[in-house]
């Protein structure tokens, strides 16, 4: 049990799309605006989750032109969005004029993120907590994952938004706008090569 929540701390902190961006959206919007958005990247994880335990990810990604268009679509996403972020300018995150994303659109996120999907898999597929009892397996493998999505997202949401307030130096933002960029973008890599090997 121990090395299965170790699995999860390692795995949800570990910067992702979702955290990136999370934090992009606190940094030009705001705590409150970003917590909007924080609940659609919960809900779609956790969508991500029941699709990868009922084994509907699995039947969908085992077509190798399904996964493949898949795979480019979300990637092709992702890198607008770190593309929307090294470009701010002098401004952490997002630019201001920018809509302020939303539910819909964290929920829509997760379910292109191939990091989610990597991360749900190894959690609900790589550790047997239960093996006698199936559906409370999961149900404390689900309760576990978000004790710790939970408190992480907010910490990565406070500090996109204690960025907004800091008032930097153009110079610093635009380095840190370009950093969160060039992560998301490496994230982005490894899950999808990942996700097309899988």
Not at 37 to 45: E, K, P, Q, S, W
């Given at each position: 049990?121990?090395?299965?929540f170790g ?179 490496g994230v ?11």
């Amino acid at each position: 049990m121990l090395s299965f929540f170790g699995a999860i701390v390692l795995l949800v902190t570990t910067p992702g799309p979702g955290v990136l961006s999370l934090a992009g959206v606190g940094a030009a919007f705001g705590f409150r605006a970003g917590l909007h958005y924080m609940t659609g990247l919960f809900i779609g994880n956790n969508l991500v989750g029941l699709a990868v335990v009922t084994g509907l990810a699995a039947l969908i990604l085992a077509n190798p032109v399904i996964r493949t268009v898949l795979a480019i679509a979300s990637a092709g996403y992702l890198f607008y969005m770190a593309i929307r972020i090294a470009l701010a300018g002098s401004k952490v995150g997002f630019s201001a004029a920018t809509r302020r994303p939303g539910i819909v659109d964290g929920v829509l996120l997760q379910l292109i993120n191939p990091k989610a999907y990597v991360v749900s898999t190894s959690i609900f597929s790589g550790f047997v907590i239960l093996p006698e009892a199936l559906l409370a397996e999961v149900i404390l493998k689900f309760l576990l994952f978000n004790v710790v999505w939970i408190p992480v997202h907010f910490v990565w949401l406070w500090a996109g938004s204690a960025l907004q307030r800091l008032d930097l130096p153009p110079r610093v933002q635009r380095g840190i706008n370009l950093i969160m960029a060039a992560a998301l973008v490496g994230v982005v890599l490894l899950a999808g090569l990942s996700l097309l090997r899988g």
